[in-house]
């Protein structure tokens, strides 16, 4: 157990629909990153939140939104789902300062699937 | 840009060494990692080195970085069957938010 937790583990959902996935960073990180790991485009940055507040925004659709809440745990929501958003999502967090100089700590990931 | 560039695989048989080799662009990278991804789990950090150092050694795991070619390598010594997995290399700096940019991985296969 890495200390960061993801639900849900599996999700299967029609195109069009929307998804929220959450996460619950390791106690004590200030800092929650999402990537999207897909077979063809490997491991993509989509968004970080330190302690509430967006810091660093990647290849993240419009389609897709984060927020970081005051608890510090996140929720990635994902709207009018095509089927190539099917991928393994992860959530990783980072220490006090949101310095991630030594490293990140990732969840075990959302599995989505979109049929 | 930042980019970082590992091939995509890598067979070995077990109880030889792996070699697995990255290259990346920005010559202010500060921190540089491997993390390993097993079949249906997330990213394990496996070990990191700063950019000041040539050489971490851990157990099985040694790491070399080579700063003037910006290239870093991960050896496992006696590749093990549970060494199979994907190793993502990894980099950041100082300058870039805490931002870590990851290489597509190297899915390591291991030969009986």
């Known amino acids: 157990d890495s200390g960061v937790t993801q639900t849900p583990k599996h999700l299967i959902t029609a195109t069009g629909q929307r998804v929220t996935l959450r996460c619950s960073p390791r106690?004590?990180?200030?800092?929650v990153y999402w990537y999207q790991q897909s077979l063809d485009q490997g491991l993509q940055f989509l968004i970080q939140?330190?302690?509430?507040?967006?810091?660093a925004k990647g290849n993240i659709l419009e389609r897709f939104s984060a927020q970081q809440f005051p608890d510090l745990h996140s929720e990635l929501n994902l709207s009018s789902l095509e089927l190539g958003d099917s991928a393994l999502y992860f959530c990783?967090?980072?220490?006090?300062?949101?310095?991630?100089?030594?490293?990140?700590?990732f969840g075990s990931g959302t599995r989505l699937t979109v049929v | 840009g930042e980019d970082v560039e590992q091939s995509l695989f890598l067979s070995v048989r077990e109880g030889d060494s792996s070699v697995i080799n990255c290259t990346y662009t920005?010559?202010?990278?500060?921190?540089l990692y491997w993390y390993k991804q097993e079949p249906g789990a997330g990213l394990q950090l496996l070990t990191y080195?700063?950019?000041?150092?040539d050489m971490k050694q851990d157990q099985r795991l040694t790491v070399l970085l080579n700063k003037k070619d910006k290239h870093l390598s991960l050896r496992i010594a006696d590749t093990q069957t549970g060494d199979s997995a994907i190793y993502f290399c990894?980099?950041?700096?100082?300058?870039?938010?805490?931002?870590?940019?990851f290489g597509k991985g190297t899915r390591l296969h291991i030969l009986p």
């Open positions: 106690s004590g990180d200030l800092s």
């Open positions: 939140y330190y302690n509430g507040e967006e810091r």
């Open positions: 990783a967090s980072s220490g006090a300062g949101g310095q991630g100089y030594y490293g990140y700590t």
């Open positions: 080195i700063f950019s000041n150092m």
């Open positions: 920005d010559s202010s990278s500060t921190y």
């Open positions: 990894a980099e950041t700096s100082m300058n870039r938010d805490d931002k870590i940019i």
